[in-house]
């Protein structure tokens, strides 16, 4: 029975953690319950990086119900000073009786010492209770402290026959209007949007979230080798969020002086001829990006995918057929010869989304 409990009150606390998600920044998302006696008398959940902690706000809640309390807790108490105080040691000082955890932190340098610090003190610590959704939730977090370098999710829409435009380039709309609804989520929940250059000269897209919701706006990030974004795009000229522009060490300085003149910043990431991508993500990385949504056409899509620097893909497919020779595709590469090395994807998510289908996972590779 006890155990049926803790999955309960951690699947609160989860949920409340997950509606923090896209307001953290690179920070995890993390929710806490304190429960007393059958009773909820704490809640709270970490809304904004450098404030109150999840167990701050629910212990603040639960005042003088602290002492005793059994306190569920998505990630690993803190146990180190940073932007805030570390919970492990209000958590002592609370007295309370058991601390139940999700997930133990991550980072190498601080992983476990939360809990240790707890059980020296004599309090009852059980880890491990709903961990696999609770990593799933901040997947993102786990990826960037232990790598340094975004999470990225590949999201595309393709028609019946896996294209992505016409044989005009026409591509509005191919998906409907609930999956575009959930791409604005999506993007929210990610701190740089990512598109290649092609993609901004053929559709002059604003890469805004357009959701009336508080959090911190996406970047949004150009891949242009040879700085070929268009003064006049809506992406230079809005100033809506900033734009950062990845280049190589080679393309025009006169040309990025136009774009800087904009409020554009460029990033060099190596010598050309095209840009080094796994350098462009560890240079956004040293930015503090910690998760990108990509919304590339085929050519970056495929380029991602051939370096194997994607983490999670969602398609989205219409019950449309387009045809043509050579319209594009969702992904453009030499490709494999043999099924058999072919990317496959894991832990699959599919869901109807009004008329279409939405397929995601995770890409794994071929040995």
């Not at 904004?48 to 119900?65: C, I, P, Q, W, Y």
């Amino acid at each position: 029975m006890e155990m049926i409990n803790d999955e309960f009150y951690m699947a609160l606390a989860l949920d409340m953690a997950e509606r923090a998600q896209g307001q953290t920044g690179i920070n995890p998302v993390v929710g806490c319950v304190v429960v007393k006696e059958g009773r909820i008398v704490g809640l709270g959940s970490h809304l904004k990086r450098g404030t109150g902690h999840a167990e701050v706000h629910a212990l603040n809640m639960a005042g003088s119900d602290a002492e005793g309390s059994t306190v569920y807790v998505t990630l690993e108490p803190c146990s180190h000073y940073g932007k805030t105080p570390p919970c492990s040691e209000r958590l002592i000082h609370e007295k309370v009786k058991r601390v139940i955890v999700c997930c133990e932190d991550p980072n190498p340098q601080v992983s476990g010492r939360g809990i240790s610090m707890l059980r020296q003190q004599g309090i009852e610590v059980e880890v491990g209770v709903l961990r696999e959704r609770g990593r799933r939730m901040n997947e993102k977090f786990i990826k960037y402290i232990t790598t340094g370098l975004p999470f990225v999710t590949l999201k595309t829409a393709t028609t019946l026959d896996g294209k992505i435009a016409t044989r005009s380039g026409d591509s509005k709309w191919i998906s409907n209007e609930p999956a575009r609804e959930i791409v604005h989520a999506l993007r929210h929940r990610h701190q740089g949007i990512m598109v290649g250059v092609e993609t901004v000269i053929a559709d002059n897209p604003e890469l805004t979230t357009r959701l009336q919701v508080e959090g911190i706006s996406p970047v949004r990030i150009v891949v242009d080798s040879k700085l070929r974004l268009p003064v006049g795009s809506k992406m230079v000229k809005d100033g809506l969020v900033p734009t950062w522009v990845l280049t190589t060490d080679e393309a025009s300085t006169e040309a990025a002086e136009r774009l800087e003149a904009y409020g554009v910043e460029i990033i060099r990431c190596g010598p050309g001829p095209r840009v080094d991508l796994l350098n462009a993500l560890s240079k956004l990385g040293e930015r503090e990006i910690g998760s990108i949504l990509l919304e590339g056409g085929g050519t970056l899509n495929g380029a991602m995918l051939e370096a194997r620097l994607v983490d999670r893909l969602l398609m989205f497919i219409a019950p449309k057929i387009v045809g043509g020779y050579d319209t594009p595709g969702s992904f453009r590469f030499e490709g494999v010869e043999r099924m058999s090395q072919a990317i496959q994807l894991h832990q699959l998510e599919i869901e109807q989304v009004g008329d279409n289908i939405s397929i995601g996972g995770i890409p794994v590779w071929p040995e």
